[in-house]
């Protein structure tokens, strides 16, 4: 269970932890991307083994904060998640080499700074892919659409800045007004936003009917 713990964690951090390597060697173009390319083949290799490690239905959740009963940023393994962290990390090793091509091919600018805001980009899927409830799902979701506005407007023309704020405002626009009223719904109607395989109004009873 410890192990699996720090596997999550870990998960998260890799790619973080790269950035360090990216920026240092951002003057050696092949010790910089051969950084990212290392982090996204370690971090695909950790989900695997997570995938070999866990038993469903066991239950794995790790809270890492709680101010508030029933409120909490935390983290859990189920199935649908472990997948898309799979598909995620593998994406992150393809996209890493295609990236090197494109970038170079096409002398990029600014290709350190893409490559460090695409490693958090990929840190905050893996917390969305992990995130245990409604809370932990919304904060990380917030943070990826933050984390990949400098990926939409990397060429730095003023038609990119222009569609990044699109982005931004489509984006942030819509989480804050849909998604937060929902789960600010669905928290006053059951007092808990904890992702549940029956669903959360799970032993929910209202006029003595049980949902």
């Known amino acids: 269970m410890i192990m699996i713990e720090y596997l999550v964690y870990l998960s998260i951090l890799i790619p973080v932890l790269s950035i360090i390597g990216i920026v240092v060697f951002r003057e050696n173009k092949n010790a910089r991307d051969a950084v990212s390319v290392l982090a996204s083949v370690i971090l695909f290799c950790i989900i695997f083994y997570l995938y070999k490690l866990v038993e469903f239905p066991n239950t794995y959740v790790f809270i890492l904060l709680e101010p508030i009963d ?54 905050a899927t893996m917390a969305i892919a992990f995130s245990a409830n409604m809370i932990s799902l919304f904060l990380f979701y917030e943070l990826l659409t933050l984390l990949t506005y400098p990926l939409v407007t990397h060429s730095g023309t003023n038609e990119a800045r222009r569609k990044g704020r699109v982005y931004l405002g489509i984006l942030l626009l819509t989480s804050i007004t849909l998604q937060l009223t929902a789960i600010i719904l669905v928290w006053s109607v059951t007092h808990n936003l904890n992702f549940r395989e029956s669903g959360v109004f799970q032993n929910l009873t209202i006029d003595n009917n049980i949902l």
């Open 70 to 123: 029933n409120i909490s940023l935390a983290f859990h393994i189920e199935p649908l998640g472990l997948i898309f962290a799979m598909i995620a990390s593998s994406l992150w090793v393809i996209t890493n080499i295609y990236a090197i091509g494109y970038m170079r091919g096409n002398n990029e600018t600014n290709q350190t700074r893409f490559y460090s805001f695409f490693a958090l980009s990929i840190a």
